[in-house]
């Protein structure tokens, strides 16, 4: 089955710049997490979402972070404006539905998208 | 509060030798523990997972994890390393729907 699907790999921007990165899905799965991962730490969550409706975003800076999930299949993460602080891979993640009664589900991760602020 | 730790920044083994990869985590009710590594410039992979039931779990590649309640501990074992399991390895511990992940251990394995 195709993985999780990423773009851009890459991306340098300055600092008050924004940038956008794109997630595409395990077909089927119907959560999709996005988690930011700095040099050095695990990866953190930012938002989950079930279909297209938001689980978790407890962690999201909301103001300058935004997703969404049009049509509950590919994901858009927007920094808007972006911080130094921001220079991070972004992995994207998905797995079957969630549920109390679903319990340990596996992550299936997308390979990143590398940020550099200057 | 769920909470995963990775005592060890980094573990270094000969290829032949037996590793061990600590993580400890905080969970209330039963856990559900993972194993993922991560490779250079790759997205995490699954390893491993314990749910319940037999405290030695089998996984990926010739890995396997021990689960201990008492110790709350989930440390990640091979009998033999190679220099190919050089990475990056997280241990994750599910609470209620979220993924919460440990800062990570670099296993380099020396010829």
């Known amino acids: 089955e195709a993985g999780v699907a990423q773009s851009p790999r890459y991306k340098i921007i300055e600092k008050r710049q924004s940038v956008a990165f794109w997630c595409n899905p395990i077909s089927g799965h119907a959560t999709l997490y996005w988690y930011q991962q700095i040099l050095g730490q695990g990866p953190k969550l930012l938002i989950q979402f079930q279909n297209n409706g938001v689980v978790d975003d407890s962690q999201l800076p909301k103001d300058r972070f935004s997703a969404e999930r049009l049509k509950g299949v590919d994901s858009t993460l927007k920094i808007q404006p972006a911080k130094l602080e921001d220079s991070a891979v972004y992995l994207c993640?998905?797995?079957?539905?969630?549920?109390?009664?679903?319990?340990?589900?596996?992550?299936?991760f997308g390979a990143g998208s590398r940020l550099t602020v200057l | 509060a769920q909470s995963v730790a990775q005592p060890e920044d980094q573990v270094n083994v000969a290829e032949g030798n037996p590793l061990t990869v600590k993580c400890t985590y905080s969970?209330?009710?039963?856990?559900?523990l993972f194993w993922y590594v991560q490779y250079p410039n790759r997205g995490l992979q699954f390893l491993l997972k314990?749910?319940?039931?037999?405290?030695l779990v089998k996984g990926s590649y010739g890995f396997e994890a021990e689960f201990n309640k008492s110790q709350t501990s989930f440390h990640l074992k091979k009998p033999s390393a190679l220099v190919s399991d050089s990475a990056l390895y997280f241990c994750?511990?599910?609470?209620?729907?979220?993924?919460?992940f440990g800062t990570g251990t670099r296993l380099k394995g020396l010829a």
């Open positions: 969970v209330s009710g039963n856990p559900y």
């Open positions: 994750a511990v599910r609470g209620t729907y979220k993924y919460i």
């Open positions: 314990y749910i319940t039931g037999d405290n």
């Open positions: 993640a998905s797995s079957l539905i969630e549920s109390r009664i679903s319990g340990a589900n596996v992550l299936t």
